[in-house]
């Protein structure tokens, strides 16, 4: 962006403020820079959760997700529908369904430019190789369940496919509609097929969005071409009113290691791997053979995990004397049954998809006049954190008299940190990050509804998600004095906690009993004005 900010009247007042909408399992935020009566509205993300499951079973969750009608009518109404600026950090329903949920109001919208990170890049060889992959993993999944909900057994008993589709679902959830796409080696189709960049579905985008990927291309169609902008780790941007804002991107990375590494190495934490091809076409290829017909015909010959004269498929009612005892109901014959073993890798594969994810968010840190950094690390995962520390920043100076810093410099100045994903126990690196934000001013917020995360129960975890993680969150309240605004948090306690720590910050609500919003605003002191 061009030029050196320019010099403010000490007359203007200039403020920078953080609003948080409440209410909702989902990131929505928008950052305002205030100088005298000229405003400059930046927003980042704008969603909520998913309700998956049995009608009744998640009453909070469907609470949270139909909020966004009042999330969305606010920012309309606040902003005059004009946004200056909006950040996709990544492709998550609890951080894009705003845009679908309320496309009716979103299309009254004009939006100025729109950030994403360098994997929504069509035009980027390993972004398009990452996103083909997880759509294809995707469509694979998704094709499971549809299985499944036709009646098909896969193998197994109705216990385990009814656990292993339950699995699958609830990480389905973060996409809204999944698109389909070839899944067995056969060639893309639909419009875009010809294209030099193609969507990965092959199709073009729905208008109105069904899906994360549908939000994504329409906020590409918002901006001028030239205001539309992929950001790579160790670019430094200039934004807000005259330039004054200044964001180092911190993720996510390029480099494969870190794109890996989803979870903490210590303790109890294991690292889980970048989605591989290979996961990804095994299970497309098995699911396309048990679904016979077109889908199996289109299935290469060298895509079979072994020779023709080595196997043997016969359906369950043939006549074959070995095919009725491999089939034979008897408990002491099926429990030899191996066809439905396949399905043990497809939760784990969802899984992993998820924290891929999650692992490549847009993260930056905005420094504002006086070098007070405000970091929204989006659901930055451990990889993308470590990362941050692999280069300077600026990475590249245009100029040879610019000064880079570190992350841990660009860390310690930090007095703003919008947990990551819900202040989960994978999204907030201790050492490299938490404990590396020493200013006395920090302060924290928390897109969190503990009861929407209770919500999100399986078999294997009946107390549903631990959001805030018990020990991440007793730190945080170490490190900020208290001074923690949840999105399910009390306000006069909250109200309290930053009267009685004191600092920097102004904490306001929306005027309401139950407040739509919760902000804090930094005054910029005159002397860096």
């Given at each position: 962006?061009?030029?050196?900010?320019?010099?403010?009247?000490?007359?203007?007042e200039?403020?920078?403020?953080?609003?948080?909408?409440?209410g909702?399992?989902?990131?929505?935020?928008l950052l305002t820079?205030?100088?005298?009566e000229?405003?400059?509205?930046a927003?980042?993300?704008?969603g909520?959760l998913?309700?998956?499951?049995?009608?009744?079973?998640k009453?909070?969750?469907?609470?949270?997700?139909?909020?966004?009608?009042?999330?969305?009518?606010n920012l309309?109404?606040?902003?005059?529908?004009?946004?200056?600026?909006v950040i996709?950090?990544?492709?998550?329903?609890?951080?894009?369904?705003?845009?679908?949920?309320?496309?009716g109001l979103?299309s009254?919208?004009?939006?100025?430019?729109v950030?994403?990170a360098?994997?929504e890049n069509?035009?980027?060889?390993?972004?398009?190789?990452?996103?083909?992959?997880?759509?294809?993993?995707?469509?694979?999944?998704?094709?499971?369940?549809?299985?499944?909900?036709?009646g098909?057994a896969?193998?197994?008993?109705?216990?385990?496919l009814?656990e292993?589709?339950t699995?699958?679902q609830d990480l389905l959830q973060f996409?809204?509609?999944?698109?389909?796409?070839a899944i067995?080696?056969?060639a893309?189709?639909?419009?875009?097929a010809?294209?030099?960049?193609p969507?990965p579905?092959?199709?073009?985008?729905?208008?109105?969005?069904v899906?994360?990927?549908?939000?994504?291309?329409?906020l590409?169609?918002r901006?001028?071409?030239?205001?539309?902008?992929?950001?790579?780790?160790?670019e430094?941007?200039?934004?807000?009113?005259?330039?004054?804002?200044q964001?180092?991107?911190?993720?996510?990375?390029?480099m494969?290691?870190?794109?890996?590494?989803?979870d903490?190495?210590e303790?109890?934490?294991?690292?889980?791997?970048?989605?591989?091809?290979?996961?990804?076409g095994?299970l497309a290829?098995t699911l396309?053979?048990?679904?016979?017909?077109?889908?199996a015909a289109?299935?290469?010959?060298?895509?079979?995990?072994?020779a023709?004269?080595?196997r043997?498929?016969?359906p369950e009612d043939?006549?074959?004397?070995?095919a009725?005892?491999?089939?034979?109901?008897?408990?002491?014959?099926s429990?030899?049954?191996i066809?439905?073993?396949w399905?043990g890798a497809?939760?784990?594969?969802?899984?992993?998809i998820?924290g891929?994810?999650n692992?490549?968010?847009?993260?930056?840190?905005?420094e504002v006049?006086?070098?007070d950094v405000?970091?929204?690390?989006?659901?930055a995962?451990?990889?993308n954190?470590?990362?941050?520390h692999?280069?300077?920043?600026p990475?590249?100076?245009?100029k040879?008299?610019v000064?880079q810093?570190?992350a841990?410099?660009i860390l310690?100045?930090?007095?703003?940190?919008?947990?990551?994903?819900?202040?989960?126990?994978?999204?907030?690196?201790r050492?490299k990050?938490?404990?590396m934000?020493?200013?006395?001013?920090?302060?924290?917020?928390?897109?969190?509804?503990?009861?929407?995360?209770?919500?999100?129960?399986?078999?294997n975890?009946?107390?549903?998600?631990?959001?805030?993680?018990?020990d991440?969150?007793k730190?945080?309240?170490e490190?900020?004095?208290?001074?923690?605004?949840?999105g399910?948090g009390?306000?006069?306690s909250?109200?309290?906690?930053?009267?009685?720590?004191?600092?920097?910050?102004?904490l306001?609500?929306h005027?309401?009993?139950?407040?739509?919003?919760?902000e804090?605003?930094?005054?910029?002191?005159?002397?860096?004005?």
């Amino acid at each position: 962006m061009a030029g050196a900010p320019e010099i403010v009247a000490a007359t203007d007042e200039e403020t920078v403020a953080v609003r948080m909408y409440r209410g909702i399992l989902g990131d929505c935020f928008l950052l305002t820079h205030r100088i005298g009566e000229r405003r400059y509205r930046a927003l980042i993300d704008c969603g909520a959760l998913q309700a998956i499951g049995a009608t009744g079973s998640k009453p909070a969750t469907v609470t949270s997700l139909t909020h966004l009608a009042d999330v969305v009518q606010n920012l309309l109404d606040d902003s005059g529908g004009v946004l200056d600026l909006v950040i996709a950090t990544h492709e998550h329903f609890d951080h894009l369904s705003g845009f679908i949920k309320q496309f009716g109001l979103w299309s009254q919208f004009r939006i100025d430019a729109v950030w994403f990170a360098w994997t929504e890049n069509y035009a980027d060889p390993l972004a398009n190789d990452i996103r083909l992959n997880r759509s294809k993993g995707l469509a694979a999944l998704s094709a499971l369940v549809q299985g499944a909900q036709a009646g098909q057994a896969f193998g197994l008993s109705a216990d385990a496919l009814a656990e292993t589709v339950t699995q699958v679902q609830d990480l389905l959830q973060f996409y809204g509609e999944i698109e389909p796409v070839a899944i067995a080696g056969q060639a893309l189709t639909g419009d875009a097929a010809g294209a030099p960049n193609p969507r990965p579905t092959g199709r073009p985008p729905a208008v109105p969005p069904v899906s994360c990927l549908d939000v994504l291309d329409w906020l590409k169609t918002r901006p001028a071409p030239d205001r539309i902008r992929y950001l790579d780790p160790g670019e430094q941007l200039r934004f807000g009113l005259d330039d004054r804002l200044q964001a180092s991107v911190f993720g996510p990375p390029r480099m494969r290691n870190r794109l890996l590494q989803l979870d903490p190495t210590e303790g109890a934490g294991r690292e889980v791997y970048l989605t591989q091809p290979g996961d990804v076409g095994a299970l497309a290829t098995t699911l396309a053979l048990r679904s016979g017909g077109e889908a199996a015909a289109a299935v290469p010959a060298g895509s079979h995990p072994f020779a023709d004269r080595f196997r043997r498929w016969e359906p369950e009612d043939s006549n074959d004397p070995i095919a009725r005892l491999y089939y034979d109901k008897d408990p002491r014959n099926s429990a030899r049954r191996i066809d439905g073993e396949w399905l043990g890798a497809a939760g784990t594969l969802a899984l992993k998809i998820d924290g891929d994810v999650n692992n490549t968010s847009l993260a930056l840190a905005v420094e504002v006049p006086g070098r007070d950094v405000l970091l929204f690390p989006g659901d930055a995962q451990v990889g993308n954190w470590l990362s941050w520390h692999d280069q300077k920043y600026p990475a590249k100076p245009d100029k040879p008299d610019v000064v880079q810093e570190t992350a841990e410099q660009i860390l310690g100045r930090v007095v703003f940190y919008k947990v990551g994903h819900h202040a989960s126990h994978n999204a907030t690196a201790r050492d490299k990050g938490l404990e590396m934000m020493v200013s006395p001013d920090l302060v924290a917020m928390i897109p969190v509804v503990e009861a929407v995360a209770k919500e999100q129960k399986t078999k294997n975890n009946s107390d549903g998600w631990a959001m805030p993680y018990g020990d991440l969150y007793k730190r945080l309240k170490e490190k900020t004095r208290e001074r923690i605004v949840r999105g399910d948090g009390d306000p006069t306690s909250e109200a309290k906690a930053f009267a009685a720590a004191g600092g920097r910050f102004a904490l306001t609500y929306h005027a309401s009993d139950q407040p739509l919003w919760a902000e804090v605003k930094l005054t910029i002191s005159a002397a860096h004005a």
